[in-house]
């Protein structure tokens, strides 16, 4: 069965895929998506072992719905064609790329993705891909990364390695990413793929976290990767349209619907100026909260 390249995806929690005490449960905390580590989690003796665990977690552990991504070793390791194999055989819902910096980088994996769907008698196409950016060249690159192939259901930006690359490093103010961060949303609006954000890694600083949350909420982005279950609830409040939203855009939509079939382009609701430019936003508003299992109207 094909995967779904547009669901909801407010919230991606890294795992270390060698640990069953982590990978076993997540769901319960009912996050959107997981991501099984196999790269920076996992120490170089230990890849063999990371992927063990990591096949029989995908084959035996029902996840009720939540997204398994599967992020594979550097294209610069001897490790990631087997990461690949093992996680499409054991039936994973999406592969991400780390430290993309190219088109080619995504149709290499591309082609060994297909070549383990093949193998292992999956549907063609079954399998998605993310990039994750994480170099001044990524970001560069961006766009043609979001294009390279039409797996690619999203692309995310890892803050750590692309502030090493900048010569700079992480304030915990925002500003060292706002550059990044506003070029990878621009490309994948133009390419109509996902974008998310780097992962906040102090735990101590909620109040940091959801500023930061809430600045790249409104900066377009899809979701942000996260480390622990405490930020769930935060990224979840920020993401789901709030009632009010919901009411207004249910407004916004009949409104337009009604004034189009009478010809009237301009007209008011609740004393803002609307035409059709607004219908998209409000249908897309209307969209999340029933993704979001919040929408109880009959649109």
Known sequence: MRADKNRLRRTMMFLNAQKPSLIKDPYIYKL?????????????NQKDAARFSLYHALQEIDYRGCERVVRINGLDTPYWREDIRCSVAGGCDAIRIPKTECANDVKLVENAVADAEKEFG?????????AAIESARGVMKALEICEASERIFGIALSGGDYTKDLHTHIS????????????LVIAARAAKVQCFDTVYTNLNDMEGFRRDVETIHLMGFDGKSIINPRQISIVHEIFTPTEKDIIFSEKVVKEIDAKKAMGIG????DGKMIDIAFYDGAKRVIELAKASG???GDL
């Open 172 to 183: 915990g103010t925002g500003l060292e990413l706002m550059g990044a961060r506003q070029n």
């Open 122 to 130: 999956l549907e063609e196409g079954s399998v998605l891909i993310m």
């Open 266 to 269: 301009v007209f008011t609701v």
């Open 294 to 296: 919040v929408y109880k």
């Open 32 to 44: 959107d998506s997981i991501m099984l580590d196999l790269e920076d989690a996992v120490a170089e």
